[in-house]
Every structure is written in structure tokens, then in C-alpha cells.
């Protein structure tokens, strides 16, 4: 089935699944095709402004562009894995 | 079943399923000097069978087949043997065979025999050697060929003058699982993948997990996974409960095409996959990019 996927009245997603969660809604095949047109087009983001797309009206609004977050490893086991992946080129 | 589409061939349409297709031809191959036994069947026929034999023949190229020229029909009553003349060509069942054998040229050196054994030429005397004639398939690649249609083409066989061998596809069995499902989602902004659920259909938690870009850009940054190769993890030990905290690599092409990685830690359970907190890069999923999510138990 096809879905599409709201948070916070913004769609940020559609997909196909056969089974969905809590987070997903089933949709048509013309729906999704519509919203993924929409997609399609959306405007380019900017250095300030990012463009998310409101669930209701299925036009994109512009938002200003969060700080990315600085994340740093926590864990040892997962940088051994990372490495051992570029290393190894798999 | 779900399915992994092919894009095989360069370009072509996708499809669920894919065939090499080959140019095939037959030739005739003979073996002179044999002596041992050929086994035209190993199965019992409890009943007389019929043998042909002819002192010429033609070889059909189109069908592999030797044919042979206004044969004599004789038959065999089950139990029995019987020893054919010198310098002929000989076929059973029919007068047109996939193998024909020519007897030496002194008749009486071997048998043609039919019982519990099977239907065989067996030789009585080495010192005279017959020769098995066979036919040989010569293969020449063309192209893959792709299909949704399952029964398109057969796997090892012939079909509008073409060969076509199926072509494997991606499976659990290859990773040492048994269940596998396919599932797909297009984001509608760059969306950090962290803290983001993303649907399977697995129906359990999974153990093995790839999510790939279906479409693969020219152009690629280093934090956007719209040109990932794929990101996979594998989490043997996943069990029954709600989520799993698990690592999982991720493999992007730069923007000079080396191969670059990253790490997330992500939650699993039997619905959903979610991204955790990312351990180095930042990693976006782009806005308008197919991705296709497959998990295995």
C-alpha cells in the first residue's frame, strides 16, 4: 500500500509498504502520485531559509534553517566498524 | 514473494525478473575410438524397444538432432541383446536422436542391449572401438533482458530462436536469512535521518537492513544520501523486544567519487526502522530521492 507520513501538519514523507505504523496513513496511487509531483518541484532551500511541506494545503513553506547538531561518537565499538569499513572499502 | 527490481542491461526498463539471452548454436561432436559403455537411458523399459539403423545420415543445426537417411527398423525384446553389422549408424526410440552411434568396422565386437540395466551399447571387444556422436551447444552473450512477467522467458532453455538463463536475484538465503521484504520512501524536504521512522513490512525485527538511493545522482555532497551505494547493519542478535539500539554504516560517494562512510546508531522494532543519533557526519536523506529500504530475518 501507499502511504504518506505526517508530523506536525507537514508531510515529510510518502512511500510503499505493505504494512504501516501509527505514523503513516494510507493513501491512493493518485494521491501519492500528486504529492510526489509536488515533491518534484519543491523550491531550493537557501543558506537561511529550508522549504517543508504543509500536510493541508500541499504547498511548501519556507522555515528558518535550524543550527545543525553537532554530534560527537559515543560509542568505540561503532568507530571500530566505521573504520574497519573504509579501510576495507565495504 | 517481494521482489528486488533489476536495472540490468545499461539503462534498460526495470523489471522483477532477469534473463541473460544468448545466441545459441548446435554442432555435431563425434568421439571416435569409444570403448565403454553408452547408456542411451539407465531406466528398465520391461518391454521390447524399437532400434533404427541406416548407413548415412544428416545433422539438423537449428535442432541439435541426428537424423538418420532411410533406416531399417528392428527391435529389441527386453532382456535380450542384439549385435548390429559393421559401419552403421544406429539410433533408439526414434530415427532422429540426440545421440547416434556408428559400430565398428567389424560387426559382431558389440551389443546393443535392453534390460534391467537399461537400454546401452556395450562393447564386447575393446580392440574394436565404435564412436559416439553427440551435439554441442555453443552459447554466445547478447544482452540481460528484464521482465515483471516471472515465466517470460525459461531459465535454461530455448525460446524465438534465443537461449536464456535466469539470472539470480537478491534473496535472504544469500545473507543466511529466510524472510525478506522491500519497502520504499521519498522524503518530502532534506530530512536529517536521526529520530526519523521509516516503515517495513518485514513483520518482525530485523536483522540485516540495506537502504539504497534507487536513483543515483552525478552530483553528490558528502552529507546528503541521495547517492548512497548503500548503508546496511547488520544485527544478528535482534530479539523480540520492543527496539534494538544498533550501529549502522552508512557508504556515500564524494563529490571526487571516493567512497566515504558514516555511522548512525538506529532503533529497530517490527514496524518501523528508526534513525538514532548520527556519530560523525551529519547525514540528510534528500528530498525528492526514492529510497529503498530492505530487511531480512
Known amino acids: 500500500m501507499k502511504y504518506k507520513q505526517i508530523e506536525d501538519n507537514i508531510l515529510v514523507a510518502i512511500g510503499e509498504s505493505k504494512a504501516i505504523g501509527e505514523e503513516q496513513t494510507e493513501i491512493t496511487s493518485e494521491e501519492y502520485n500528486n504529492i510526489l509531483s509536488v515533491i518534484h518541484n519543491k523550491p531550493e532551500d537557501t543558506e537561511t531559509i529550508i522549504y517543508k511541506l504543509n500536510a493541508e494545503t500541499l504547498e511548501y513553506e519556507p522555515y528558518d534553517r535550524p543550527e545543525e547538531p553537532v554530534i560527537e561518537p559515543t560509542d568505540p565499538v561503532i568507530d571500530s566498524i566505521i573504520s574497519e569499513v573504509a579501510s576495507n572499502g565495504y | ?297
Not at chain 2, 526498463?13 to 545466441?23: I, M, Q, R, T
Not at chain 2, 545421440?99 to 535392453?114: A, D, E, P, Q
Not at chain 2, 521512522?197 to 513483520?203: A, Q
Request: net charge negative.
Open chain 2, 1 to 297: 514473494m517481494l521482489q528486488i527490481k533489476n536495472t540490468l542491461g545499461g539503462g534498460k526498463p526495470e523489471g522483477l525478473y532477469a534473463w541473460k539471452k544468448h545466441s545459441y548454436a548446435f554442432t555435431e561432436k563425434s568421439t571416435s575410438g569409444m570403448k565403454a559403455n553408452t547408456f542411451i537411458t539407465t531406466e528398465a523399459q520391461n518391454k521390447p524397444i524399437k532400434y533404427y539403423y541406416s548407413s548415412s545420415y544428416s545433422y539438423d543445426n537449428n535442432t541439435g538432432m541426428f537424423v538418420l537417411e532411410n533406416p531399417t527398423i528392428n527391435t529389441i525384446p527386453y532382456g535380450a541383446g542384439v549385435s548390429p553389422s559393421a559401419n552403421i549408424y544406429i539410433t533408439v526410440f526414434s530415427p532422429s536422436s540426440e545421440i547416434m552411434i556408428k559400430t565398428s568396422n567389424t560387426s559382431g565386437k558389440s551389443t546393443l542391449y535392453n534390460d534391467s540395466l537399461g537400454v546401452y551399447f556395450h562393447i564386447t571387444n575393446a580392440n574394436y572401438p565404435y564412436t559416439l556422436f553427440e551435439s554441442e551447444t555453443t552459447l554466445s552473450f547478447i544482452d540481460y533482458i528484464v521482465s515483471d512477467k516471472e515465466t517470460a522467458y525459461p531459465d535454461g532453455g530455448e525460446k524465438g530462436g534465443y537461449w536464456y538463463e535466469r539470472v539470480a536475484e537478491l534473496n535472504p538465503q544469500m545473507f543466511g536469512y529466510t524472510k525478506m521484504a522491500v519497502d520504499t520512501f521519498t522524503p518530502s524536504s532534506d530530512t536529517l535521518f536521526r529520530n526519523w521512522s521509516i516503515p517495513h513490512s518485514l513483520g518482525e525485527i530485523p536483522k540485516f537492513v540495506i537502504i539504497r538511493a534507487k536513483s543515483i545522482t552525478s552530483y553528490v555532497t558528502t552529507k546528503y544520501a541521495e547517492t548512497w551505494n548503500f548503508g546496511f547493519l547488520h544485527n544478528p542478535d535482534a530479539s523480540s523486544s520492543a527496539s534494538i539500539s544498533m550501529s549502522f554504516t552508512c557508504i556515500y560517494y564524494t563529490s571526487s567519487l571516493s567512497q566515504g562512510h558514516d555511522g548512525l546508531s538506529m532503533l529497530f522494532s517490527s514496524t518501523a526502522i528508526m534513525g538514532g543519533s548520527s556519530v560523525s557526519n551529519t547525514i540528510y536523506l534528500k528530498s525528492g530521492v526514492e529510497y529503498e529500504i530492505i530487511t531480512m530475518a
